[in-house]
DNA sequence: CCTACCGATCGGTAGG
DNA sequence: CCTACCGATCGGTAGG
């Protein structure tokens, strides 16, 4: 059984598609109009096509609607919960019909865990790399830190933390869990990094990474993006505050050790 | 508008009425037998009564049912969600049906916000108490964050970060972030205190506020009370973490005011 | 034989 | 404190 609490997040950069997310449907409407030939081209291109370009372009175009969905669908997520939103508001958003959400989704459970893996993937990604990169421990914990956090005032990096994973359905949160456990592991090993270089005090990894983590995945319940403070300055103001605590060193040093060599 | 943000909790004392709960529901069925007398006796007691003792009796009997409709449904908050739960799960659990739920509590919304409430008043207590005591800024901090913490493994604490408060109706909302923004104000002077003191850096206050309760919020999410370590273990660890932060003294030192005394 | 939908309605269940 | 319901709306799916 996987942890439950999870520090696992994903930047999701901003996407092409405008913020008025209904001229993507609107335009699909009416290309849907002769049915049979913009049909069949589609169908071409979603399964392996033998032919030149334009079955690509299609299945581009499909994959855009279905990101509009998830991006929609993250945002309404983010301001009325998983529970509160309705897929009729959600279809209401993208001037579709609610059947025509599952033509691009095979269900409510399935819009949020595909939302929730997409984040997990990114920040995945950009902890192998960080990790991968040069740095002390501590300089890419902070790294990571920060990346989280900018995803976590993201419409699709709030899912991460809105919803307990207790309710998805079993499969897709085994899905969600082994990618948080894989995550917690990436931070441990960091964590010890830190421990023996001497760039850290780690009395305990897995609180101090709760600890940490729990702070960032709380941000979306109170870090606005248009606050008094812009995120560029308040996400390094608050992972510094968590790096390096609220207690003045003095209060500290005694009974610390200062480093371990290997 | 108050802030979104809160850092607000409060413990719940073990109650006496024991962990069967059903125990006190089956007996009050029996009580209830003469439909009439039992609900004139409780509509009294409800209501302020000139009579002697036995009114306040029925008083007393009447908040210990309330009490455990409230305690269930804390647990049963936390094991679900808010959404998650229904009304009929919880009357099942309580050995009663759904209408006498509305019997106790007049909503499905001011039975969650009863059990705020009544955690954010026990936590105001115990921050005002502390507050003014004896010891630093820091040591009071301190105190604050493991009390804190303490709810936040409860049942009844759980509810404070389970849901955010726009899903509660206007009115309850303003009652929970009125208490919310109390409670932040008085942090803030705690951190402006230590501040003055020297024994905290704290460049600001807001973020610092948020930081480091955003983490004990967070805790509900993934510290069992019969995890790996005991909540007494974990709690002050978890906590000290957060006052000291990860990264180690020699790696922050330079930069960091020493003490300002007013 | 496919796609991209639509209008209408399904069985269940929520809070009250 | 229960039986018997209500208005509404939920996620999901039918045929065309």
């Known amino acids: 059984m996987a ?14 598609i405008s913020n008025d997310r209904s001229v993507q449907f609107r335009a699909a409407r009416v290309e849907a109009m002769p049915p049979c030939l913009y049909g069949k081209a589609m169908s071409i ?6 032919w030149g370009s334009t079955p690509r372009k299609h299945r581009s175009k499909f994959q855009l609607k279905r990101d509009a969905v998830l991006e929609a669908a993250a945002a309404l997520f983010r301001q ?5 939103a309705s897929l009729n508001e959600l279809a209401d958003i993208l001037n579709i019909t609610k ?3 599952y033509y691009y989704v095979e269900s409510k459970d399935r819009l949020l865990l595909d939302i929730k893996i997409q984040v997990q993937e990114q920040i995945l990604t950009f902890m192998k790399a960080t990790v991968a990169g040069p740095g002390t421990a501590l300089e890419k914990l902070r790294a990571i830190m920060i ?14 933390s809105l919803i307990a994973n207790r309710e998805i359905g079993e499969k897709g949160r085994i899905e969600v869990e082994t990618r948080i456990e ?18 850290m005090v ?34 390094p103001m608050h992972v510094d505050i968590l790096l390096s605590g609220v207690a003045a060193p003095t209060a500290r ?10």
């Open 80 to 84: 009325r919960g998983y529970e509160g």
């Open 182 to 199: 894989e995550a917690n592991q990436i931070l441990y090993r960091l964590l010890d990094q830190g421990k023996r270089e001497g760039s």
């Open 99 to 101: 059947p025509t959400i």
């Open 253 to 262: 040093a005694p009974d610390k050790p200062k480093r371990r060599r290997s």
């Open 147 to 160: 990346r989280y956090a900018e995803f976590m005032m993201s419409d699709y990096g709030t899912c991460l």
């Open 202 to 235: 780690v009395p305990d990894r897995v609180v101090a990474c709760h600890g940490l983590f729990g702070s960032l995945n709380w941000m979306s319940q109170w870090a606005k993006p248009d606050g008094r403070l812009p995120p560029d300055k308040l996400i």
């Open 3 to 16: 942890h439950r609490g999870n520090h696992t997040g994903l930047h999701v950069e901003i996407r092409s």
């Open 45 to 50: 291109a979603t399964t392996e096509s033998p």
